[in-house]
């Protein structure tokens, strides 16, 4: 399948979001799978991204699908974080929304979707299916988003720090540290470090009470010799 060029949002001017996918495919429970891939990504594709806003630390893409009669939209809302173990800013997908029949709404939370924000972050697939891991999970029973499924192939997104309208290089789901492992990896190497200096510490206390053992047995020989 044809992979489109990404979709670009600007704002006030200026170029903050690009993402795209090979395929974008929704399900609403056994119906027939809705394909909006080329109602959302093709050149020829009547979107609108109007909606959409960025700011320092909150992305929010909404993108428009005109052409179908069933979705109407869907947005997908990103934050940008500092963590002080990384030294850096991790961005993250916090959510992923579909609206319908021009009334419902059915939220999914995708906190899993995550990477530096100097890259941009691609993976195979990202689904609310779980043969696919699951990294859409629906947020609750009461919006019916538990009746949806939705899947995005080769799926690739950048909202910060976006240069020449082109994507930066990618952080793949399957390869990249995490926050979390990164903050374990320093922790791992801390601990490792005070044990090492512990064992020196233990080897040269032992070291100086032999000495002293030596010094003591040396001493006693000697006055014992010059008694007799």
């Known amino acids: 399948m044809l992979l489109y060029s990404p979709l ?12 795209r996918a090979r395929k974008l495919a929704i399900r609403y429970r056994n119906h027939s799978l809705v394909d909006l891939t080329e109602r959302t990504f093709s050149p020829d594709a009547s979107v609108d991204t109007k909606g959409s ?5 909150k992305f929010r893409i909404y993108i428009c699908v005109c052409a179908s009669k069933t979705i109407n939209f869907h947005r997908l809302q990103m934050s940008n974080t500092f963590y002080e173990s990384a030294g850096q800013n991790w961005f993250t997908l916090d959510n992923v929304y579909i609206h319908y029949n021009w009334t419902y709404e059915a939220m999914f939370n995708a906190t899993d979707v995550y990477a530096p924000s100097t890259n941009s972050y691609h993976c195979q697939h990202v689904s609310s299916l779980q043969k696919y891991d699951t990294l859409l999970v629906p947020s609750a029973n009461t919006d019916h988003a538990a009746s949806w499924h939705i899947t995005f192939t080769d799926f690739q997104i950048q909202a910060f720090n976006v240069q020449s309208s082109k994507f930066a290089a990618a952080s793949d789901c399957a390869t ?5 492992i990164l903050m374990g990896l320093i922790t791992s190497l801390i601990l490792l470090l ?9 080897v040269h ?12 047995t040396l001493y006693l020989a000697i006055l014992t010799f010059s008694l007799s």
């Open 8 to 19: 670009s949002v600007s704002y006030n001017g200026k170029t903050c979001i690009l993402f």
């Open 176 to 180: 990249f540290f995490t926050p979390a």
């Open 53 to 57: 806003f960025c700011s320092k630390d």
């Open 205 to 216: 206390l032992k070291h100086i009470d032999r000495y002293e053992e030596h010094k003591t």
């Open 194 to 202: 005070v044990l090492a200096y512990a064992l020196h510490m233990v």
